[in-house]
């Protein structure tokens, strides 16, 4: 250590903390160590968690930050206690994300997938991805997530190809997945069938068109309204409710199909709502699952008039077919209007399904797809809810699981896309004819072999002739899959048996039922076993307004500039600390400037507590006599170790904001800005044994902050431990990285109920006097006279014991004592600890300049606040703005309210 002018060495730490330089050396330092690897049977029953696996669509985003910034806290909190632990890293291939992004590049080159060829686009595919999970997992390494490197896994890779295979050749013995005509959520853009649950719902402007069906005899007909008049091409009949007398005698009648010209039947069906529309409902069973089903019920012909690139089939008609569905919506109800047939438009709001990858119209599509049978599947994981195997975070979320499952519906698991696990049945050319090869999914009933390569013969006709199943299973099929396929089930391995089932999952709601849901169910069918006995199920991060982040509003966070600027550590710290259970978090870039600012706090004080422990290593804090202590000294202990226990009840819990909070609170508030100024006065002081006492518990307090925020900001504790540890002398713990020390434990009891009770007396005098301060504008190095009156004895006697301390926290160069009821003249007060503090300010402030300065303030203020009354008083303003947004204009209401009314106060005094 090199030498400052006071005569104290300099401590092993620059200045000021820039973070790149400390990150860059610890991660190399823990890759190179590999840290975080983990062999099975060392150890006791690990902690097992797989990283829900990212798409290899590009960098990861803030949502991939808070998600695994979650994990990485909760593996090495975990480690800290003893127990091995292991966290899987992977990729997923994405499906028809990852194909999108491709598809993309290639048409900037004027090429499709098709004119390369469905092997050269998958090369292609294999060779990008490989390019893009590099930049993943170099980002997660930056990010500091003490990953087990050794394990990396793909869902596309052989591994995971065997799991993907033997999972769906069990569940199509146990003759739970099978190929049907079903009405599909078909997305014209992607050109693939959807589940359900990739479906999400908008709501959107739209309209209802009221169109007259005149009757067969030429007579007047029903008024049937629609949102889609595209549709009507492809109408098969008119339905109404038996019940509706309006049309009781219509039943069995005869309409003619506007524009089609075709003749239709009318039909009495109890599914026809009387109150919506004009209580007539058009029925077109190849484009409405629900039409369908009146269809299926009386007998009537699909007419398919929308082909699945969304443009009009010849069954529409000579002028509409080859015209997208929007331009057919147009010519539609142009040539109605035309031929006097829109009877009127009205405005009408609806709920629209949307792809939940390209945002596009679903259109709901009759095809013959692969279906997986769910209710079988749904039952073993209602019961594991039930019973308590397996438990979400917050418990909220358990009752929308429980119910989700109970409605479940078989799962569409084919895709017509390129990129993915292709489905593993053979189809043979003799049997089903040539049409097999080209027109695949209108081949109905077709009967397939299984097998991952193409069989010899067909077991029915002897053919040699097949082709293979064209489309790929849903990506969520194979992630389904990813608690135990990353150990390489179905093999029986070493690592299955260790570490799986695994420990914990940590995601995000919004794959709550495409994720969560299937893993339990997969799980559970094919192992046995719950894949997780617990989930933690946190929010989405949005923007400062409460809206969701995206490319296209521009309001998109990149965590690697947010970490180039601010440091990882402070990065991580602004998400986990917003990541409170069931909540989304409302990110502003100005929480990670909070969070800076918190890291050089500890960085600067660490400094000062390195320059009083260099060439005087600190005792261990069991060896101090406890009769050298001093208030402050017992005061910080008793926050020190209800701190500890806090902040591990509530990751236990797994509430990791609020403990991040408890930190914050305990390192910021009570350790930096109490504890540490206090100890100066000691360790500027002459006595050696008050010195010793304030080093030891400035030491032991430091390291096990350390030790215990080290989950939350890894960097920064690896590096301020690292520098620590040689001054602790025999209070240093054994291991050379911090997470091999473990968490802080107390060899005695520190509760100290009467030093918090004397330190909230002093706490509160001080900070009423640092707040008179403030408001009064006197420079910080100004010393004043601070004049006590009232109270009680015993606060008057802990404040004359405890002088030295209001003296040095508040630069007061005097505290006397006046008889109560008496004031200083040209004096402010403060009132704390039932007693009143008055500061002298003659010859301090000029009174007549401080008094306009003050007028003016409250003139700034008084317009802020009236112009933020009025945004919070708007009920337009109220109904449409985020929920986040008018929290924060609340708040802002709320500071500005405190501002003027000290402003006001202070105002008052000086006019006295």
Not at 158 to 175: I, N, P, T
Not at 533 to 559: C, F, Q, T, W
Not at 582 to 587: E, Q, S, V, W
Request: hydrophobic share 40%; glycine share 8%; charged share 25%.
């Amino acid at each position: 250590m090199t030498g400052r002018p006071d005569g104290r060495p300099e401590p092993p730490l620059d200045k000021a903390y820039d973070p790149q330089p400390v990150e860059a050396k610890w991660s190399a330092r823990w890759r190179a160590a590999d840290l975080f690897h983990a062999e099975p049977g060392a150890g006791g029953k690990p902690f097992v968690v797989v990283i829900p696996p990212p798409n290899v669509t590009g960098a990861l985003h803030v949502g991939h930050a808070l998600d695994n910034a979650l994990q990485d806290l909760l593996i090495r909190y975990q480690r800290m206690q003893g127990r091995p632990v292991c966290w899987i890293p992977g990729t997923d291939h994405g499906g028809i994300a990852t194909q999108s992004v491709m598809e993309k590049q290639l048409k900037a080159e004027k090429l499709t997938r098709h004119a390369l060829g469905r092997e050269k686009f998958q090369a292609r595919m294999q060779a990008w991805t490989k390019q893009c999970k590099s930049v993943i997992l170099g980002q997660l390494e930056r990010l500091g997530c003490a990953l087990d490197w050794r394990r990396e896994a793909f869902t596309m890779d052989e591994d995971r190809a065997d799991s993907v295979f033997e999972a769906f050749k069990a569940l199509w013995e146990r003759g739970l997945v099978y190929r049907g005509e079903r009405m599909v959520n078909w997305c014209v853009r992607c050109g693939t069938a959807l589940s359900d649950i990739e479906v999400e719902f908008e709501e959107r402007k739209g309209r209802l068109w009221h169109i007259h069906y005149p009757a067969a005899d030429g007579s007047r007909g029903p008024v049937v309204a629609t949102t889609r008049p595209e549709t009507m091409l492809g109408d098969t009949a008119v339905a109404v409710n038996p019940k509706d007398a309006r049309y009781r005698d219509l039943a069995g009648k005869k309409l003619r199909l506007p524009l089609a010209g075709r003749e239709i039947p009318v039909v009495a069906d109890d599914y026809v709502d009387s109150d919506f529309g004009t209580g007539a409902l058009k029925v077109t069973p190849a484009h409405d699952p629900n039409d369908l089903e009146i269809g299926r019920r009386h007998g009537l012909a699909s007419v398919t008039v929308i082909a699945p690139d969304g443009r009009m089939t010849e069954a529409a008609g000579a002028a509409y077919a080859g015209l997208s569905r929007e331009a057919a919506r147009d010519q539609v109800v142009a040539d109605l209007q035309a031929a006097g047939l829109l009877e009127k438009t009205q405005e009408h709001p609806h709920s629209v399904g949307v792809c939940y990858r390209c945002n596009q119209p679903i259109e709901p599509l009759l095809s013959w797809q692969w279906f997986v049978r769910m209710e079988e599947l749904a039952k073993p994981a209602m019961l594991a809810l039930d019973s308590g195997r397996f438990r979400l975070y917050p418990g909220s979320w358990a009752k929308p699981y429980r119910d989700w499952l109970a409605q479940i519906k078989d799962w569409c698991i084919s895709r017509q896309i390129w990129w993915g696990h292709r489905i593993p049945v053979w189809y043979c050319v003799g049997c089903h004819g040539e049409r097999i090869k080209t027109d695949f999914h209108q081949v109905e009933g077709a009967r397939g072999v299984l097998s991952r390569r193409q069989p010899e013969s067909c077991p029915v006709c002897g053919g040699a002739e097949f082709v293979r199943d064209p489309d790929v299973l849903d990506t969520w099929f194979s992630s389904s899959l990813w608690p135990f396929s990353v150990f390489r089930w179905p093999a029986r391995t070493p690592e299955l048996k260790f570490f799986y089932p695994t420990s914990l999952l940590v995601t995000g709601y919004e794959i709550l039922y495409l994720w969560v849901a299937r893993m339990q169910m997969m799980g559970l069918a094919l192992t046995g076993e719950v894949p997780f006995p617990e989930a933690l199920i946190h929010g989405i991060v949005r923007d400062k307004h409460g809206k969701k982040m995206s490319k296209s509003l521009g309001n998109v966070v990149d965590p690697l500039v947010m970490m180039d600027k601010y440091g990882t550590d402070a990065f991580r710290f602004s998400l986990i600390v917003q990541a409170y259970p069931g909540k989304d978090i409302p990110f502003a870039e100005s929480s990670i400037t909070g969070s800076r600012n918190f890291a050089n706090k500890l960085w600067n004080s660490t400094r000062f507590v390195l320059m009083n422990l260099a060439g005087t290593p600190a005792a261990a804090l069991e060896s101090v006599d406890r009769g050298r202590l001093e208030l402050c000294d017992r005061w910080i202990l008793d926050e020190y170790q209800r701190t500890l226990a806090l902040v591990r009840e509530r990751l236990n819990a797994y509430e990791p904001a609020a403990a991040a909070e408890a930190l914050y609170r305990f390192l910021w508030d009570r350790f930096c800005d109490w504890y540490v100024e206090l100890a100066k006065i000691r360790l500027q002081g002459s006595e050696e044994a008050a010195r010793a006492a304030a080093r030891a518990v400035l030491a032991a307090v430091l390291d096990g902050t350390l030790r215990l925020l080290h989950p939350f900001m890894p960097f920064i504790t690896e590096e301020l431990h690292a520098a620590l540890a040689p001054c602790m002398g025999a209070a240093a713990k054994p291991g050379g990285f911090i997470v091999e020390t473990g968490l802080p434990e107390l060899a005695a009891d520190w509760t100290d109920e009467e030093a918090r009770r004397e330190m909230g007396v002093v706490m509160e005098a001080v900070t009423a006097l640092r707040s008179l301060r403030a408001q009064l504008g006197l420079p910080p190095g100004l010393a004043v006279r601070v004049v006590a009156a009232g109270g009680s004895a015993a606060a008057r006697e802990l404040l004359r014991k405890r002088s030295a301390y209001v003296k040095a926290l508040v630069r007061a160069e005097a505290l006397s004592y006046a008889e109560e009821g008496v004031r200083p003249p040209f004096s402010a007060t403060a009132v704390a600890a039932g007693m009143s503090f008055f500061v002298p300010l003659e010859g301090l402030i000029d009174f007549g300049q401080e008094r306009e300065r003050l007028r003016k303030e409250l003139v700034k203020v008084e317009a802020e606040l009236a112009k933020i009354s009025a945004k919070i008083n708007n009920p337009d303003f109220l109904a449409r703005a985020p929920a986040a947004e008018v929290e924060l204009s609340r708040s802002q209401h709320d500071a500005a309210r405190q501002r003027h009314d000290r402003l006001k106060d202070t105002l008052r005094m000086l006019s006295e």
